[in-house]
């Protein structure tokens, strides 16, 4: 077994050294100690491996405080103290944005920060049993398409932590037990809420008890047969979705819609985007993957108007509802497949004060390239990927964009998931 010294932290949290002139990525590793790991998959130009033993641990070394986390794939830096994982963070944005984002000097602003503990209000369980006749309730091992049962969850909100250990006392009860997929796991301002993936109707006996339980634990219960439109609520009624508040303005949506799952941090990340927008009240906006409206109808009071386009249907749909829920009517929203051609949609033909774009992990490129068809002078850019990030901002650049700030978002801490704001304003 090899030993080695961590040189330098890797964007993916894991530590990188160096043997016999090969890289190697070390899973558990911290910059500056002296580890002995086991190499668990070789490559022609690097190698993967797992630490076994610190013979020299960093000073930023932490126990973790999951009891979980060796085998639980959910989080990957607990062993590194907070502060620290934090700076990984900035370090990988600062990284990409210089050595691919073409940008020499960062101005780099404070970190939107929380509490670093039961902060995701939104998690999918897997449920399985084993062949010796174990129920397993929990999340993927750590590289491994095994599943780790779990009886709580130390990133997960208190009461959906809460209810993990419930359902090994009523999944065993139902005739159906074998054939629940999965358990979705979702809170609002306004309590929680469960989804059952099912892959057989439940029987009358199954869903009495799944109602019962639902009862007893205060818990919203919806059934989930096939896909996203199958939703239903569990006892029959019209569904009723759940809310959250962002400033002034109260967001609806349902337990299997995509929402950002760390409420502290997307209400100062809302609050930092109209700021860093510099919103005028005769600002035309484009909202680019808006979601069900989490940015658009906040910056709706402080503009003339604010169109959000959408590449899912229902998504789009729920902002519709969300703007008549708070008397806004200046924000419109559309359906669009944003990786595709667009310049013949409607909302093309009109010039932008301000983009924003929320893209997911694989960025916005299609529209960057296109970004003059808006006309507009800022983009603002919230990104989960600082490496599409970081070619995007190359292709703003090319357009006549400056980066005039950015800065990280913990969202997810003691995960290696980087989320950041950029604004960019045309030269």
Known sequence: MPELEIERQGHDGRGIAHLQGKIIFV?????????????????KKFDEALCEQVLVASANRVEPACEY?????????????????????SDALT????????????????????EAWHYRRKA????????????????????????KGVHHCAVLTKPLSALISTFYDLIPQLESKKTIGHLELAQGDDGCAVVVRHLKTLSQADLKLWLAWAHDHNVRLYLQTEGHTSLKQADGSEL??????VGDVKMSFLPNDFFQVNAAINAKMVQQALIWAELKPTDQVLDLFSGFGNFSLAMAPHVASITGVEGEKTLVERARANAVLNGIDNAFFETADLSQPFKKQSWVKKDYDLVLL?????????????IKAFGAKRVLYVSCNPSTLARDS??????????????????FPHTTHVESMALFKRK
Not at 401 to 408: E, N, P, S, W, Y
């Open 27 to 43: 899973e558990g590793a911290l910059v500056g100690e002296t580890v002995q790991a086991k190499i668990t998959k070789q490559h």
């Open 69 to 89: 986390y060796q085998q639980c794939g959910g989080c990957s830096l607990q062993h590194l103290g907070i502060d620290a994982q934090r700076q990984v963070k």
């Open 95 to 114: 990284d990409q944005l210089q050595r691919f984002g073409k940008v020499e000097t960062i101005n780099l602003q404070a970190p939107l920060l929380d």
């Open 124 to 147: 999918r369980l897997g449920v399985k049993w084993t062949k010796q006749g174990e129920l397993l309730v929990g999340f993927r091992e750590k590289g491994s398409p095994h599943l």
């Open 240 to 245: 009723t979705p759940l809310n959250y508040q």
């Open 358 to 370: 929320d893209p997911p992990r694989t960025g916005a490129q299609e529209i960057c390239e296109q």
């Open 394 to 411: 190359a292709i703003l650049q090319s357009k006549g964009f400056k980066l005039v700030q950015a800065g990280i978002m913990d969202m």
